[in-house]
């Protein structure tokens, strides 16, 4: 809506004339001024910013914990099976370039295998 020669202008949110003052510069619109009054926009973003805070008090908290070493003790059983933990050892270095990765790749191996004690 272009500016008023009395210098009002009408928020298209509210539908109050208001002095042009009251409008943020807009330069993409052709009266230069944005459509919504600051006040307008203001309520928007405070009800938005509410409505956030209530949606995360909602939430539950998860708490990351660590179980202890001696709760992650796997026994790998490969007496009768000689040269079937050096090939899946070299399989997961092969694959994996991190420890972690390459211990999870045999306890899976040995898991599918039937090896765990």
């Given at each position: 809506?272009?500016?008023?020669?009395?210098?009002?202008?009408?928020?298209?949110?509210?539908?109050?004339?208001?002095?042009?003052?009251?409008?943020?510069?807009?330069?993409?619109?052709?009266?230069?001024?944005?459509?919504?009054?600051?006040?307008?926009i203001s309520?928007?973003?405070?009800?938005k910013?509410?409505?956030?805070k209530?949606?995360?008090?909602?939430k539950?908290?998860?708490?990351?914990?660590?179980?202890?070493p001696?709760?992650c003790k796997?026994?790998?059983?490969?007496?009768?099976?000689?040269?079937?933990?050096?090939?899946?050892?070299?399989?997961a270095?092969a694959d994996?370039?991190?420890?972690?990765?390459?211990?999870?790749?045999?306890v899976s191996?040995?898991?599918?295998?039937?090896?765990?004690?």
């Amino acid at each position: 809506m272009p500016k008023q020669e009395d210098g009002m202008k009408i928020c298209s949110k509210c539908g109050l004339e208001k002095p042009v003052e009251c409008f943020a510069k807009n330069k993409a619109n052709k009266d230069g001024l944005q459509y919504h009054c600051q006040q307008c926009i203001s309520e928007h973003y405070n009800s938005k910013r509410d409505q956030s805070k209530a949606g995360k008090e909602k939430k539950p908290v998860h708490i990351k914990t660590t179980p202890s070493p001696e709760k992650c003790k796997i026994t790998l059983d490969f007496s009768n099976h000689q040269g079937l933990f050096t090939k899946i050892t070299d399989s997961a270095k092969a694959d994996f370039r991190t420890p972690d990765m390459q211990i999870m790749a045999i306890v899976s191996k040995a898991i599918e295998g039937g090896f765990l004690e």
